[in-house]
């Protein structure tokens, strides 16, 4: 049989399509990196010092110029750059969510593959604490924990880690379950392969799609409960930045100096929009079944 002939040399290769799906998203891409970029150099893109107040400029609207300094977006109750601190909150809220987001993975991943492994006893124990856990309303189970480690950026973080972990272990040990009585994950562990080896060479690989997606829902999720917490004053404590906070404090003077509440509360909504669309997009483009 003759080898197959090459292509022309002037044919061109074929172009592969955008997914369509794809394009209603790229907006909300872009939102979340212009997010994530204001967080990584809020030192550098922030006018004002975020903590310096000035009583005789408070509650000046968006644009007012005080002493030839001009607040593009007005200043708080004590005086203080709202723009700034709204810049310093991006980068507060993008830093729990992020922290929380990898230490509930890891705890949850790790532990919903070793029971779907092993099973049994071991099986037994991690599930029934997950069903614990997911038996308890995350905000309610979140606000308790943080009322007994105290408030504080550290505790915010390792609160959320360790209430939202359940949720990745019940993905993990459902993806796991479907795939340790696969050929190739038996041939590993029939030729010798040891539990951490198995684990993150044969399956982990394979159940990365499914996590993915939990974590791009979970990171909008942890935003939200960042500021939530920072609301209820159990979050971040003042003078650190907070969306949350700011918030707190604008609800006070929503009639006479609606900026403070209005500026963080968008943020915070386009933030979790943009994240959530992600995710739908990941969830979409990741699941086999919705292929058509």
């Not at 061109?12 to 399509?17: C, E, G, K, L, T």
């Not at 794809?22 to 975020?50: H, K, R, S």
């Not at 599930?127 to 995350?138: A, G, T």
């Not at 009322?147 to 360790?162: E, F, Q, S, T, Y």
Request: aromatic share 8%; charged share 15%.
């Amino acid at each position: 049989m003759s080898a197959p002939l090459p292509p022309p040399a002037g044919a061109s290769r074929p172009v592969r399509r955008i997914d369509r799906r794809l394009i209603p998203v790229l907006p909300f891409i872009a939102v979340f990196l212009l997010f994530a970029i204001v967080a990584l150099f809020a030192p550098w893109l922030a006018p004002q010092n975020p903590y310096s107040q000035d009583l005789l400029g408070r509650l000046r609207p968006p644009g007012d110029v005080v002493r030839g300094t001009a607040y593009l977006l007005g200043t708080d109750e004590l005086g203080r750059d709202l723009l700034s601190r709204v810049i310093y909150g991006a980068r507060v809220s993008m830093l729990v969510a992020t922290l929380s987001v990898v230490v509930s993975l890891v705890i949850g991943v790790a532990l919903g593959m070793l029971a779907a492994l092993f099973r049994g006893a071991i099986e037994i124990l991690i599930m029934r604490i997950v069903d614990v856990f997911l038996s308890i309303p995350p905000i309610l189970l979140a606000i308790i924990t943080v009322a007994v480690l105290g408030p504080g950026l550290i505790n915010v973080v390792l609160v959320l880690a360790l209430t939202r972990w359940p949720r990745y272990a019940r993905v993990a040990f459902g993806q796991t379950l479907s795939l340790v009585n696969q050929p190739y994950v038996r041939f590993a562990r029939h030729i010798g392969n040891s539990t951490p080896r198995l684990l993150w060479r044969h399956i982990l690989p394979n159940i990365v799609g499914p996590i993915t997606v939990v974590a791009t829902l979970e990171f909008g999720l942890m935003v939200l409960f960042e500021a939530g917490l920072s609301f209820l004053g159990l979050g971040v404590q003042p003078p650190m930045a907070s969306w949350g906070s700011t918030l707190n404090v604008g609800r006070n003077y929503v009639a006479t100096a609606w900026w403070i509440a209005l500026f963080p509360g968008l943020c915070l909504f386009l933030l979790i929009l943009s994240v959530n669309l992600i995710g739908d997009y990941l969830r979409d483009r990741l699941d086999p079944t919705s292929k058509r």
